[in-house]
């Protein structure tokens, strides 16, 4: 089971349907095309930084006695992009003022968004308020749901 990040736009509210749901898990693209898929996610450092890594490290596997070492380091850097990469997405879309909604763990997108859209419907009709930019939040509160990057979720999930 795995664990949807659900962001929203800048100064949208929760129930928008321009929500972004991340998947907090192993991500099959980014392990075969690492810094395709951090290009494509609009991650362009550490894209540029994983193709020339990956550039380097098959120019080393030509070194007599290096191959064996170059090819541990590319399944490392691809099992760490594929990994930590959906995270780094999340960051990103955080440093542009997306607001993190919840954090939703469910079997695929499609419960995540049934189970995410039930809740927040359920909270605008009741009249609790739903979480503010993060602008307009506390101090206090603006670190406990930020997405990082780490072996340590900020959130206590799994």
Do not use: C
Not at 52 to 65: E, F, M, N
Not at 119 to 131: E, I, K, L, P
């Amino acid at each position: 089971m795995a664990s949807y990040l659900i962001m929203t736009p800048p100064g949208a509210p929760a129930t928008d349907e321009r929500a972004r749901f991340i998947a907090d898990g192993f991500s099959w693209p980014a392990f075969f095309f690492p810094a395709l898929w951090l290009l494509s996610k609009h991650a362009w450092l550490p894209g540029i930084l994983v193709a020339v890594l990956q550039i380097l490290l098959i120019v080393s596997s030509s070194v007599p006695g290096a191959f064996a070492a170059s090819l541990i380091m590319q399944l490392a850097l691809s099992l760490l992009v594929s990994l930590e990469g959906p995270l780094l997405v999340a960051r990103n879309l955080r440093k542009t003022d997306w607001t993190l909604r919840s954090i939703v763990p469910a079997r695929d997108l499609e419960t995540a968004e049934e189970i995410y859209f039930s809740n927040v419907s359920a909270t605008t009709h009741r009249g609790t308020a739903t979480a503010l930019p993060s602008s307009k939040q506390p101090a206090a509160k603006q670190g406990e749901n930020t997405a990082g990057l780490g072996l340590f979720e900020p959130y206590g999930e799994r």
